[in-house]
């Protein structure tokens, strides 16, 4: 009884909050990072150097009056925000945080199979809230959101194909655990795969350079024009938690998930491993999911670090990059991928 149910409830619950309150730090480190590539403060008045705006901001957001417009589709204005939410947090269940099991609710052996279904869902909440809000900007934003999703989905799940290949297995677990038996992280293996991933991250976000969706300028705000108080909150809570999710992603896939840097060292240079600087057992102390949410913080801070810094795309951009470059680059990736994978077997 305790096994089954009260240690993954527990573990349900301690994921959950983990993220809710990760995604409200999100957005202050977000518009701190922001301020300073700027040459501004950020957010400075409550609390000391206004760490407190990432308490006070949730707070503003269920306070104020949610309002629907006469003419939306009611029962579809309010699923949309709630469609886009749940697989974000839905994902987080196969997702391995450290090497105990402890440290991941569940491994299933086709975890990676799981996230790609799953996470493909919240697209659909923004298709449903741009025609629910029956207003023109939100209708356009929802058609931008489905062809981008046709653009990038495909280029990402072919790529996944090759980590897959590389891996033998669809296990989030298992996948690490190749990267620890090979004794290299797959990013410098699959260093192509690695940036296409990375890339559909970004549009699957709707981040800049690929937030078309939103893209104020033209759209007013895109699919959430017509949202305010908590449905509009439910939004920003999906956009952030999904960011965090491809930081996790990227990292159990690419960069050895919770193994420490360099974990074959020892093993390739035995006779100088005395030597200081080569042996590096040291990091074994470490906890595993000290590595892990390490080594997510950098992808996170990449993501705001190119908001920053890239303009949008224009829509036609996007729908060339998608089906002339990245489609393209990931067929031949698995082509070379399953050539090396024969040669070498």
Do not use: C
């Not at 503003?60 to 417009?69: A, F, M, N, R, S």
Request: net charge neutral; charged share 10%; glycine share 6%.
């Amino acid at each position: 009884m305790i096994d089954l149910v009260i240690i993954p409830l527990f573990k349900i619950a301690v994921v959950l909050n983990g993220v809710l309150v990760s995604v409200t730090f999100m957005v202050l480190l977000e518009r701190k990072v922001i301020a300073w590539a700027q040459s501004r403060l950020g957010p400075m008045r409550v609390g000391p150097w206004g760490v407190l705006q990432a308490i006070v901001d949730p707070i503003k957001l269920i306070l104020k009056e949610d309002i629907t417009p006469t003419k939306a589709d009611k029962w579809m204005f309010t699923l949309a925000p709630i469609l886009s939410l749940v697989p974000a947090l839905v994902v987080f269940s196969v997702v391995p945080f450290g090497g105990d099991a402890l440290f991941y609710i569940t491994d299933i052996n086709v975890g990676l199979l799981f996230i790609i279904s799953v996470t493909s869902i919240g697209v659909y909440g923004i298709i449903l809230a741009g025609w629910a809000s029956n207003s023109k900007y939100p209708l356009l934003a929802s058609l931008r959101a489905a062809a981008q999703l046709i653009s990038y989905e495909i280029a990402v799940t072919m790529t996944l194909v090759s980590v897959i290949l590389t891996a033998g297995t669809l296990s989030m677990v298992g996948i690490v655990e190749a990267q620890q038996e090979t004794g290299f992280w797959f990013g410098f293996v699959q260093p192509v795969a690695f940036v296409l991933v990375f890339i559909g991250g970004l549009a699957e976000t709707n981040r800049i350079p690929f937030d078309l969706p939103e893209a104020e300028q033209e759209l007013t705000g895109g699919f959430h024009t017509e949202y305010s108080g908590m449905r509009f909150a439910l939004f920003f809570l999906a956009e952030y938690a999904n960011m965090i999710v491809i930081a996790a992603v990227v990292t159990a896939l690419f960069w050895g998930g919770w193994l420490r840097p360099f974990p074959s060292v020892d093993a390739l240079f035995p006779s100088v491993g005395a030597l200081s600087f080569l042996n590096l057992a040291f990091l074994d102390l470490i906890p595993s999911w000290v590595w892990f949410f390490g080594k997510m913080f950098v992808f996170l801070y990449l993501f705001i670090w190119i908001r920053a810094t890239l303009p949008r795309y224009r829509y036609d951009q996007l729908m060339r990059i998608g089906w002339k470059v990245l489609i393209p680059i990931a067929l031949a990736n698995i082509v070379v991928t399953a050539v090396v994978k024969v040669w070498l077997l």
